[in-house]
Nanobody
């Protein structure tokens, strides 16, 4: 059974940084792609950043230049470095991995105060 576990969330003031990590059961390179999504209260879940198996990167326009997704082979994690955080970045962040079907982590709260 595939499991994804997020860590690194919390509360930060606007302009601050957080680093999220997603630990996967099994080799992260066995996923055709991995991504971070977020869901703000009352809003739909949206894609934040994606990394393909070949290393191609995609970002939501709202986070370009501030967020960076990467893979750590040694730790078998997918990370999301979030800089220059804004209050509108607040939400529950989910790790997702595609291996035939989409697997989701349980989510982790990120709160950015002004």
């Amino acid at each position: 059974q595939v499991q994804l576990q997020e860590s690194g969330g919390g509360s930060v003031q606007a302009g601050g940084s957080l680093r999220l990590s997603c630990a996967a059961s099994g080799d992260i390179f066995s996923f055709s792609s991995m991504a971070w999504y977020r869901q703000a209260p009352g809003e739909q879940r949206e894609l934040v950043a994606r990394i393909s198996g070949g290393g191609s990167l995609n970002y939501a326009d709202s986070v370009k230049g501030r967020f960076s997704i990467s893979r750590d082979m040694a730790k078998n994690t997918v990370n999301l470095q979030m800089n220059s955080l804004k209050p509108e970045d607040t939400g529950v962040y989910y790790c997702a991995g595609v291996r035939g079907v989409v697997y989701w982590g349980q989510g982790i709260q990120v709160t950015v105060s002004s």
